[in-house]
């Protein structure tokens, strides 16, 4: 019978109550960032196409890409401390008391790592899109220098 030592036995704990007690409220902050990120980016898109420039929109994005890259890999990192407990001890729960606890944490896992998987991949998205707009912004600031304001007919700057 496997016996898990007493680091394995805390992992597991603080991974059960980070994900009982936080995941509902990590994965609240990764929809409302999803949400406010993905109107933050459809501003800044709806700029481009209008030849605005403006920063905030890309700020805004810049930030819940990073909330949501923090919130991802919280999520992540903690379904990646049971399952390398699961894979470098297999069955190391089994016919303890903690063998119940331990599936239930493995069921929180697979919502909290998809989570997490979602969260860093928007957020880095984000991150991209926001660069990008401040980089094409002042390129574009550059190029009219002269005081020519930039117009919808003006042609814009493309990559």
Request: proline residues 4%; charged residues 10%.
């Amino acid at each position: 019978m496997n016996t898990p030592t007493p680091e394995q036995i805390q992992t597991l704990l603080s991974t059960y109550d980070l994900l009982n007690n936080s995941g509902t409220l990590l994965v609240g902050v990764l929809v409302l960032g999803l949400l406010t990120g993905t109107v933050a980016t459809g501003i800044l898109l709806w700029d481009w196409s209008r030849n605005q420039l403006r920063n905030w929109p890309a700020i805004t994005a810049i930030i819940f890409g990073a909330i949501l890259n923090w919130a991802g890999y919280v999520l992540y990192g903690a379904a990646g401390r049971i399952i390398s407990i699961e894979i470098t001890t297999p069955r190391v729960w089994v016919g303890t008391e903690y063998e119940a606890l331990s599936e239930q944490v493995k069921v929180m896992i697979g919502a909290g790592g998809g989570w997490g998987v979602i969260g860093i991949t928007a957020g880095a998205l984000f991150i991209l899109l926001g660069i990008v707009s401040i980089v094409k912004n002042f390129l574009l600031r550059r190029r009219n220098k002269a005081g020519t304001p930039v117009s919808n007919d003006a042609p814009s700057l493309r990559f």
